[in-house]
C-alpha cells in the first residue's frame, strides 16, 4: 500500500465543488468525502491536508457613500467559520490557515462594461473589496516540502490548479514521491499544461453530493 497524502486548495476544491454539484457551498463531509474517494486501491490516506482562510471579519467603510460593512455580522462570515471549524474536527484532516486582507476595491464589470458607452462614477453597488488570501500557497509548499525529505508518504495528490505549486511539485519527484493532480468535469481540459508535465499523472474525480 502506498501512503497518499491529500492536499486540498480549500477555494480551488470547493469553488469547483459547489459548481459541480449546483451548490453555494459545500459541507465539510462533502469535501472531505470527494477527496478520499480519489484514492486508488493501492493507496492508504496518511493525512488530508486543507488550506484555506478564516473569513474576513473586519469593518470596511464604502468609497463611494461611506456606509460601513460589518463582515462579522453577515450570514457569509458565521457559515464559513462553522464550515472552517467542522472541517478542522473530521478525522485525518490537518487544517493549515492564511489570512484574509483587503487589498483595495475593485469595480463591477457592469460599471467597466458601461465605461465605454457613458463615463461616469461608480455608484456604491458598482464597488467591492479586493480580498487576497495570504500564507496559502507557502504552507503547500511547505508541507509538500516536508514530506519529500521526511518521506512521511510515497505520494502526494494535490487538489489544486495553481501554477505557482509546481517548484514543489518538482522537489518531491526530485526526492522520490510520485505527485498527483485532480481535475473535476466542469474544470476539464483547463489545467495547465505545465502542471499536468510535472506530475506523475492527472486523477478525474467526478464529484458526488
Known amino acids: 500500500m502506498k501512503k497518499t ?5 480549500g477555494g480551488w476544491f470547493c469553488r469547483i465543488l459547489a459548481k459541480s454539484l449546483n451548490l453555494h457551498w459545500p459541507t465539510a463531509r462533502q469535501v472531505v468525502d470527494n477527496a478520499l474517494s480519489i484514492l486508488a486501491p493501492d493507496e492508504e490516506l496518511f493525512r488530508i491536508f486543507y488550506y484555506d482562510c478564516h473569513p474576513y471579519g473586519g469593518t470596511i467603510k464604502n468609497p463611494v457613500d461611506g456606509n460601513e460593512t460589518d463582515y462579522s455580522a ?22 493549515r490557515l492564511g489570512e484574509l486582507k483587503v487589498r483595495g476595491w475593485d469595480f463591477a464589470n ?20 479586493n480580498f487576497e488570501q495570504k500564507g496559502v500557497d507557502m504552507r503547500i509548499g511547505i ?5 519529500s ?3 512521511t508518504s510515497d505520494r502526494v495528490i494535490l487538489f489544486s490548479g495553481d501554477t ?9 519527484r526530485r526526492e522520490g514521491l510520485q505527485v498527483y493532480i485532480v481535475e473535476m468535469p466542469v474544470w476539464k481540459n483547463a489545467m495547465s499544461r505545465q502542471m499536468i508535465e510535472d506530475s506523475d499523472g492527472v486523477r478525474i474525480l467526478t464529484p458526488t453530493a
Open 5 to 9: 497524502a491529500l492536499l486540498i486548495d
Open 74 to 95: 453577515t450570514p457569509a462570515f458565521s457559515g464559513r467559520t462553522k464550515f472552517i471549524k467542522e472541517l478542522g474536527q473530521m478525522n485525518g484532516v490537518a487544517l
Open 110 to 129: 457592469a460599471y467597466t462594461q458601461s465605461l465605454s458607452k457613458t463615463p461616469r462614477a461608480p455608484s456604491a453597488k458598482e464597488v467591492y473589496p
Open 143 to 147: 508541507d509538500v516540502a516536508t514530506l
Open 149 to 151: 525529505l521526511k518521506r
Open 164 to 172: 505557482d505549486m509546481i517548484p514543489a511539485m518538482k522537489l518531491a
